[in-house]
């Protein structure tokens, strides 16, 4: 591609470049008009050209995996923004950039900085933009409720402004709140819109295919946790295949995971252990730590079911490790979940019943109640007489409704119903 020293040029032939999936020449070319332009340059025009590539060169670099990259890409944006509305668009490049890399502190003071100046500049789309991403902050904090309320405030104002790529990412990040209130239905039908959406506008924005293949994914992550495995995989498949066309590995890391997962339930560990290693492989080397945490979960509880005990150890450890280092509870709770089925393996009751008593409280505690059942019938299984094994089953059942009760499909509702292991709590009590 030849390349010339015109800046408009220089834009046209980048974003060919990232259309035809030559990534590493677009981000080229971006950074070869950066370096032909001057940060104070007269010309409005100019100034434009930079601040456009800046964007885009930060784009690309979060959809490579390079994740501090695109995070100086974008602060070196909002510095040349000056009091404009490309500053808001930074900020929230800035906010959503810090969400994905587990710095959910900066995050907020970022998105709220875009919102108080979106506010001051009357910028609707900007105030939207910000409030979604607060949105995605609360949803990963484990606070859905509030992110609903913010994340509908978005969606209202991207309807306003009519921008359909704003309203499948937000369809996208509302179906997540709904998972975490347990409205797998309303998840489902979020995901879908958001999946419509981004199909209405075309896969050619990065903003666009990611929130497509993120979609696909969260779409088959609600199947999954219908015990639904087989139309799980419709949906990774499908997912997983697009970023791979597109050679987007930041992408390929949770959707991996997920083909992981599925092929575990059915009984394919050997495959499904294939792709969590490879999705642990890409998480670490995109920088995704949410990721990598429930890569080493899967892994752990997917060598443990092989009888690979001491790997699946290892893997439960780490995780451990990792989660007491970032304090995420939730991730606590899933190591001492693996740990407590390795020592049940190793037939030490007496240690398992240690891990899953911490873990219920950890469980209880960060509202995880998919876990929490799980390990009430674990414990049931090792109780030491049957009045206490009762209990736990009792309690399992109870947790198990409060999941159903908000699922207003019938028919997924008896779908998670029929899905093997809840199944065998239920028909413990008859």
Not at 203 to 219: D, K, Q, R, Y
Not at 225 to 234: G, H, P, R, S
Not at 281 to 294: C, V
């Amino acid at each position: 591609m030849t390349i010339t020293a015109n800046p408009d040029q220089l834009l046209e032939q980048a974003a060919a470049a990232a259309n035809a999936k030559e990534y590493f020449q677009a981000i080229q070319l971006y950074t070869d008009l950066l370096a032909q332009t001057n940060p104070q340059a007269a010309s409005a025009h100019l100034r434009e050209s930079r601040l456009i590539a800046l964007r885009e060169r930060g784009r690309l670099f979060y959809l490579l995996g390079e994740q501090e990259a695109a995070l100086a890409g974008y602060e070196q944006y909002y510095l040349e923004a000056g009091s404009s509305h490309h500053a808001v668009d930074a900020l929230v490049l800035i906010g959503n950039q810090c969400i994905y890399m587990g710095l959910s502190t900066r995050a907020l003071e970022a998105l709220r900085e875009a919102l108080q100046l979106a506010e001051a500049l009357n910028y609707t789309a900007g105030r939207a933009k910000a409030l979604g991403g607060i949105g995605l902050v609360y949803s990963y904090l484990g606070r859905p409720e509030e992110a609903l309320t913010h994340l509908k405030k978005s969606m209202s104002l991207f309807e306003q402004v009519d921008d359909k790529v704003e309203q499948a990412r937000s369809w996208n990040r509302i179906g997540v709140s709904h998972i975490r209130l347990g409205e797998v239905d309303k998840a489902i039908a979020a995901f879908k819109a958001s999946i419509a959406r981004a199909r209405q506008v075309g896969e050619l924005e990065p903003i666009v295919l990611e929130t497509g293949i993120s979609a696909l994914g969260n779409l088959g992550e609600c199947y999954q946790n219908l015990f639904d495995m087989e139309q799980a995989m419709i949906y990774h498949q499908e997912g997983l295949g697009i970023a791979e066309s597109r050679e987007l590995p930041n992408l390929e890391a949770d959707l991996c995971r997920n083909m992981g997962v599925n092929l575990r339930y059915l009984d394919r560990v050997e495959e499904g252990i294939e792709y969590l290693y490879r999705a642990l492989k890409i998480s670490r080397e995109t920088g995704q730590p949410d990721i990598e945490l429930q890569s080493l979960y899967s892994l752990a509880l997917a060598e443990i079911q092989r009888g690979n005990l001491e790997r699946g150890r290892e893997q439960a450890m780490e995780l451990r490790r990792l989660a007491e280092q970032g304090n995420t509870r939730g991730y606590l709770a899933d190591a001492l979940h693996a740990l407590g089925l390795y020592y049940q393996a190793r037939g030490d009751e007496e240690a398992a019943q240690q891990m899953w008593q911490q873990a219920l409280f950890l469980a209880h505690e960060t509202g995880r109640r998919m876990l929490l059942w799980q390990v009430h019938a674990a414990l049931a299984a090792i109780a030491p007489n049957a009045d206490l094994a009762a209990v736990h089953n009792r309690i399992a059942a109870e947790v198990i409704e409060q999941i159903v009760h908000p699922i207003e499909d019938e028919a997924l509702r008896q779908k998670f119903l029929q899905g093997p292991p809840v199944r065998a709590v239920l028909e413990k009590l008859r």
